[in-house]
Nanobody, 127 residues
Framework: VQLQASGGGLVQAGDSLRLSCAASGRTFTRYVMAWFRQAPGKEREIVAAVSQSGGSTYYADSVKARFTISRDNAKMSVYLQANSLKPEDTAVYYC?????????????????????WGQGTLVTVSS
């Protein structure tokens, strides 16, 4: 599967952004999907993940109640609605996919569990 992320940009603290990730290739419903981010000088970290059906989600503590992950299987896309953005949310955001979705979505909280990655989209939040 090929992944194409978009929607990043420069915003002010408190603003919102919606990131999109379009998939192409194999059957989209096979994949657990996730958003990761990597800030300058920091390690990549999970932001959120969503199960194949969209019925189960997982969030990093740092974004709970502010970000929402969703997917539209008919459009082969996954989204990240990011509200109340903070300067510490500044990072390159990557979408990722794994076809090895045998476990609870919370299991897929590290990058080594994903086989496919998009190219990243930069989110910059100014204070």
């Amino acid at each position: 599967v090929q992944l194409q992320a978009s929607g990043g940009g420069l915003v002010q603290a408190g603003d919102s952004l919606r990131l999109s990730c379009a998939a192409s290739g194999r059957t989209f419903t096979r994949y657990v999907m996730a958003w990761f981010r990597q800030a300058p000088g920091k390690e990549r970290e999970i932001v959120a993940a969503v199960s194949q059906s969209g019925g189960s989600t997982y969030y990093a503590d740092s974004v709970k109640a502010r970000f929402t992950i969703s997917r539209d299987n008919a459009k082969m896309s996954v989204y990240l609605q990011a509200n109340s953005l903070k300067p510490e949310d500044t990072a390159v955001y990557y979408c990722a996919a794994t076809s090895r979705g045998y476990f609870s979505v919370a299991y897929y909280n590290t990058g080594d569990k994903y086989e496919y990655w998009g190219q990243g989209t930069l989110v910059t939040v100014s204070s």
